[in-house]
Nanobody
């Protein structure tokens, strides 16, 4: 079992930055591919970014490419978010799993955190 806890969310102005963290307990994260997803009010869960077990491969949604960076170490997953826009407002959740492509499908992930709210004001 893996327990995931996100932190780092908050309120930021347009153009600002936030760094989300996802701390794991129970098992080392090196066994899992990991991803970030987000869900805005009234919308479906949306893929943001994913990273391979080794960290050597990353993939991003077109909407965040060039602005967000996913990274990891043995115990944590990170999402550096720059040039934030109001449309980035959502609850951001991290996920882990023995994922086989495509990585943008939530059902591919076995473990989820509770999420952290990110709000970008205009």
């Amino acid at each position: 079992q893996v327990q995931l806890v996100e932190s780092g969310g908050g309120l930021v102005q347009t153009g600002g930055s936030l760094r989300l963290s996802c701390a794991a307990s129970g098992r080392t994260l090196s066994s899992y591919a990991m991803g970030w997803f987000r869900q805005a009010i009234g919308k479906e869960r949306e893929f943001v970014a994913a990273i391979s077990r080794s960290g050597s491969r990353t993939i991003y949604a077109d909407s965040v490419k060039g602005r967000f960076t996913i990274s990891r170490d043995n115990a944590n997953l990170y999402l550096q978010m720059n040039s934030l826009k109001p449309e980035d407002t959502a609850v951001y959740s991290c996920a882990a799993g023995a994922v086989v492509a495509p990585v943008y499908i939530p059902l591919k992930y076995d473990y989820w955190g509770q999420g952290t709210q990110v709000t970008v004001s205009a």
